[in-house]
């Protein structure tokens, strides 16, 4: 969409806008007010808010390698332009802590995939205690490869100990919520029942969770991996 088709079509919203709450008496200007000037200013104190921390955030990183010319480039520009467009739409700290990390990342080392768009969304709709969920099911991972026969111990149901009791109960998470962040997780490929995987779901699922290549790599984006 070219710049002048841009400034039409955000007129014609306007003027849209403006015929809708018009015609709604006493809450119109009300709904007005809140759903798009006061949406506009807050959005503009994140992205405010945003660049500032960030300034300090790279400070506080002391000197890192930092690749101009990359800067400089389309690739750069459209991730950066995407993170701040979801920065702009969250209130969580947490996440914004995880964007200026990414960016950070990218700034220092190019991460190349075709999925930084679906990474940036996962990110973006998931929290840190389901990030911390995955990170437990990668290092169980990197645990049972280092072991012989580790194929063997999944399908004879020591792999199911392994990932669920690893820590404390269930993670230290109560069985619903914990359900809920792997169920989560698996929707979005990023864990593998291998329950319904090797036994065709004849066992009780959520019980034998492996973290799958698509998850592992999503960790690399958002950790930053310079062996990439």
């Keep these: 969409m070219d710049e002048d088709s841009r400034i039409q079509l ?14 709604i008496p006493v809450v ?8 798009f000037e006061h949406r506009n200013r807050v959005k503009q104190e994140r992205l405010n808010r945003f660049v500032e921390e960030f300034k300090k955030y790279l400070r506080s990183m002391g000197s ?3 690749d101009q010319k990359h800067l400089k480039s389309e690739e750069f520009g459209d991730i950066f332009e995407s993170i701040l467009r979801r920065v702009v ?22 991460y190349e995939s075709d999925f930084k768009e679906t990474f940036l969304d996962i990110a973006f709709r998931i929290n840190e205690d389901q990030i911390q969920i995955l990170k437990h099911f990668w290092n169980v991972k990197d645990g049972c490869e280092s072991e012989d026969n580790s194929e063997q111990r999944v399908v004879d149901g020591e792999g199911a100990e392994t990932s669920l009791k690893y820590k404390a109960n269930l993670l230290g998470f109560d069985e619903a ?3 809920f962040y792997v169920q ?9 029942d291998e329950a319904i995987a090797l036994f065709g779901g ?8 492996r973290i799958t290549p698509f998850g592992e790599e999503f960790l ?4 930053g991996s310079p062996d990439q």
Aim: charged content about 25%; aromatic content about 8%.
């Design 64 to 66: 890192c390698d930092i």
């Design 184 to 192: 989560d997780l698996i929707s979005k490929s990023l864990l593998l």
């Design 89 to 110: 739409n969250t209130a969580s700290e947490e996440k914004v802590h995880r964007f200026k990390k990414i960016l950070l990342n990218e700034m220092e080392h190019t």
């Design 10 to 23: 955000e007129q014609a919203a306007i003027s849209v806008k403006n015929a809708v709450f018009s015609n």
């Design 28 to 35: 119109g200007g009300i709904l007005d007010e809140v759903l």
């Design 177 to 179: 919520m914990y359900l």
């Design 220 to 223: 690399r984006f958002i950790e």
């Design 202 to 209: 004849r066992t009780k699922p959520y019980i034998n969770l």
